[in-house]
């Protein structure tokens, strides 16, 4: 189904132009996780309330993705929700536990354990809640700024359900690569696959960019990235574009593999037509390896926002030089903090399109 015809006209598509590799008069910037526990508005509306019964919600998802917008001129907003959402589509059980995070009371602990989850999900049955959020964005966001669609991807949906939660060594998870390989892949083309299903059904709800979090690869070596991680990436990009392209869609795609330094050559080559990067990549050295390829996404220190307003300035200044203004997107190289002061967000959105406009001047 395809509601994109009575949405809102975009004003502002900086974000998909720079997503893209084209001009823009500035350097567009969002930040993950910029609905988030960071601004007093987002704790008062969450407070008392379960986690997953808000993502459940298309009017407090709304609500949330619209608070940061409403602060701060930034030039995209990605939907409230959160990855897990999909291995609860796929039947397992998933408690937001306050102090611990998320929690998986019966995690997958050996490969027969696998016939408990459901082969064929009903995505628009399971996770029909995220595309009416995401209608409903479209419409009250107003054509302002474009709206992100996302998903986990396999690798790290895959070591959350093993591990049952949060984990410093993903060894749980590591030893199903090492032990059980094929039950592994197993999974994950279980997992590719209803991701495929969930990041089409943002698109047709009224998504106009996708991002894929692969939050856990810097917890693979460059061999195991090769064989568990990147070819589910692969495989997913190229089979959402060929889905989209029969309709004749183009959606841009981001990929966000946090702590892969050894896999920027590849994913610049994967179908994605931006590559996100943590902040222990040097922009320079980034450019050179992605070749141009691609468009580039990050990468400031979220600790950075930590710094006295002057600083702030003077670290994205050098941040854009780094990066240049061409395909290039503007964003923290992971989350924001819960402690993070608001004002200081506002400080580095300023001074991306501040110094963008500037360096695009002198050229």
Same mark, same amino acid.
């Given at each position: 189904?395809?509601?994109?015809?009575?949405?809102?006209?975009?004003?502002?598509?900086?974000?998909?132009?720079?997503?893209?590799?084209?001009?823009?008069?500035?350097?567009?910037?969002?930040?993950?996780?910029?609905?988030?526990?960071?601004?007093?508005?987002?704790?008062?509306?969450?407070?008392?309330?379960?986690?997953?019964?808000?993502?459940?919600? /298309?009017?407090?998802?709304?609500?949330?993705?619209?608070?940061?917008?409403?602060?701060?001129?930034?030039?995209?907003?990605?939907?409230?929700?959160?990855?897990?959402?999909? /291995? !609860?589509?796929?039947?397992?059980?998933?408690?937001?536990?306050?102090?611990?995070? %998320?929690?998986?009371?019966?995690?997958?602990?050996? /490969?027969?354990?696998?016939?408990?989850?459901?082969?064929?999900?009903?995505?628009?049955?399971?996770?029909?809640?995220?595309?009416?959020?995401?209608?409903?964005?479209?419409?009250?966001?107003?054509?302002?700024?474009?709206?992100?669609?996302?998903?986990?991807?396999?690798?790290?949906?895959?070591?959350?359900?093993?591990?049952?939660?949060?984990?410093?060594?993903?060894?749980?998870?590591?030893?199903?690569?090492?032990?059980?390989?094929?039950?592994?892949?197993?999974?994950?083309?279980?997992?590719?696959?209803?991701?495929?299903?969930?990041?089409?059904?943002?698109?047709?709800?009224?998504?106009?960019?996708?991002?894929?979090?692969?939050?856990?690869?810097?917890?693979?070596?460059?061999?195991?990235?090769?064989?568990?991680?990147? %070819?589910?990436?692969?495989?997913?990009?190229?089979?959402?574009?060929?889905?989209?392209?029969?309709?004749?869609?183009?959606? /841009?795609?981001?990929?966000?593999?946090?702590?892969?330094?050894?896999?920027?050559?590849?994913?610049?080559?994967?179908?994605?037509?931006?590559?996100?990067?943590?902040?222990?990549?040097?922009?320079?050295?980034?450019?050179?390896?992605?070749?141009?390829?691609?468009?580039?996404?990050?990468?400031?220190?979220?600790?950075?926002?930590?710094?006295?307003?002057?600083?702030?300035?003077?670290?994205?200044?050098?941040?854009?030089?780094?990066?240049?203004?061409?395909?290039?997107?503007?964003?923290?190289?992971?989350?924001?903090? %819960?402690?993070?002061?608001?004002?200081?967000?506002?400080?580095?959105?300023?001074?991306?399109?501040?110094?963008?406009? !500037?360096?695009?001047?002198?050229?």
């Amino acid at each position: 189904k395809e509601v994109s015809g009575d949405f809102p006209q975009l004003k502002n598509d900086t974000f998909l132009r720079a997503a893209r590799g084209e001009e823009t008069e500035h350097v567009p910037v969002w930040c993950m996780r910029q609905a988030g526990r960071y601004l007093p508005e987002f704790r008062e509306f969450r407070a008392g309330k379960d986690f997953f019964d808000t993502c459940r919600s /298309p009017e407090a998802c709304c609500e949330l993705t619209l608070q940061p917008l409403r602060r701060f001129p930034f030039d995209a907003a990605i939907i409230f929700s959160d990855i897990l959402v999909v /291995p !609860q589509a796929m039947g397992m059980d998933v408690q937001m536990v306050a102090g611990k995070g %998320p929690t998986f009371p019966e995690p997958l602990k050996e /490969p027969e354990d696998l016939q408990r989850l459901q082969v064929k999900v009903d995505v628009e049955k399971e996770l029909g809640y995220v595309f009416k959020a995401i209608t409903l964005t479209r419409h009250k966001i107003e054509g302002k700024v474009p709206l992100i669609g996302f998903t986990g991807a396999p690798w790290t949906l895959m070591s959350y359900m093993i591990e049952g939660g949060g984990s410093n060594t993903h060894s749980k998870a590591k030893r199903w690569l090492y032990r059980h390989p094929e039950a592994s892949h197993m999974l994950l083309k279980m997992l590719t696959d209803v991701v495929v299903e969930y990041l089409l059904g943002q698109v047709a709800a009224g998504a106009q960019a996708l991002q894929v979090f692969e939050s856990h690869a810097g917890i693979l070596g460059p061999v195991q990235f090769k064989d568990f991680s990147l %070819p589910y990436l692969r495989d997913i990009a190229r089979r959402v574009k060929d889905k989209l392209k029969e309709k004749g869609q183009d959606v /841009p795609m981001i990929v966000f593999a946090k702590d892969a330094h050894y896999g920027l050559e590849d994913l610049s080559q994967s179908y994605y037509e931006v590559v996100g990067l943590d902040w222990t990549i040097d922009p320079r050295s980034a450019r050179e390896r992605t070749g141009g390829r691609v468009s580039l996404q990050g990468n400031m220190d979220p600790c950075a926002l930590y710094s006295p307003k002057e600083c702030i300035s003077d670290i994205v200044r050098k941040m854009l030089e780094g990066f240049g203004t061409r395909g290039y997107i503007a964003n923290l190289g992971h989350g924001l903090y %819960p402690d993070m002061d608001p004002e200081n967000v506002g400080t580095f959105v300023e001074a991306v399109h501040q110094h963008s406009i !500037q360096m695009n001047k002198q050229v």
